[in-house]
T-cell receptor, first 109, second 114 residues
Framework: KNQVEQSPQSLIILEGKNCTLQCNYTVSPFSNLRWYKQDTGRGPVSLTI?????NTKSNGRYTATLDADTKQSSLHITASQLSDSASYIC????????FGTGTRLTIIP | DAGVIQSPRHEVTEMGQEVTLRCKPI?????LFWYRQTMMRGLELLIYFNNNVPIDDSGMPEDRFSAKMPNASFSTLKIQPSEPRDSAVYFC????????????FGPGTRLTVT
């Protein structure tokens, strides 16, 4: 069964600190993996997409990694800001899209 | 472009009533998706259209749910009759191509069925 599991479910960190969110998947065949950011009360917005051949991709303070062998991805946020408070959703495309349930990140001043 | 537009933003209705949610995709996007999001289950794909034609409705929970796309700029998701367990946020999204390229989500409709 295709599954996407994200951890932790929720995370609280101090402003300025770094954090890493995890996404493990069992989707096969694998096409790509996308990270979305969802602010409270809004729809998800794409942060980055990872294909099979990509190991690391950065988008500003966000860096995504992909290990296709172990079927794991991570999203690292550097020097967190209050505006980073949101849910982060991992979505894996195989024959269909499979969504993770997200990590709720809270940045406190 | 204004992005994906959904209406209403909030809907409160009583059990048994009909509910219609509306969506206007981004102009030029050939794919339109309807999602439901709850705390327990996260985002779930209900149905998607390509060029106004329903392609996969396997995520539609039951016959009480129906979706239409009469033209390229408008889609509806209808629940009849509504039940309390239908309470959720319903998102509409659109994208350019079949490869599930980046989907652009609307702001969502928060539905509460009492």
């Amino acid at each position: 069964k295709n599954q996407v599991e994200q951890s932790p479910q929720s995370l609280i960190i101090l402003e300025g600190k770094n954090c890493t969110l995890q996404c493990n998947y069992t989707v096969s065949p694998f096409s790509n993996l996308r990270w979305y950011k969802q602010d409270t009360g809004r729809g998800p917005v794409s942060l980055t997409i990872m294909t099979f051949s990509e190991n690391t991709k950065s988008n500003g303070r966000y860096t995504a990694t992909l290990d296709a062998d172990t079927k794991q991805s991570s999203l690292h946020i550097t020097a967190s800001q209050l505006s980073d408070s949101a849910s982060y959703i991992c979505v894996v495309k195989g024959e269909k899209l499979t969504f993770g349930t997200g990590t709720r990140l809270t940045i406190i001043p | 472009d204004a992005g994906v537009i959904q209406s209403p933003r909030h809907e409160v209705t009583e059990m048994g009533q009909e509910v219609t949610l509306r969506c206007k995709p981004i102009s030029g996007h050939d794919y339109l998706f309807w999602y439901r999001q709850t705390m327990m289950r996260g985002l779930e794909l209900l149905i998607y259209f390509n060029n106004n034609v329903p392609i996969d409705d396997s995520g539609m929970p039951e016959d009480r749910f129906s979706a239409k796309m009469p033209n390229a700029s408008f889609s509806t998701l209808k629940i009849q009759p509504s039940e309390p367990r239908d309470s959720a946020v319903y998102f509409c999204a659109s994208s350019l191509d079949r490869g599930f390229s980046e989907q652009y989500f609307g702001p969502g409709t928060r539905l509460t069925v009492t």
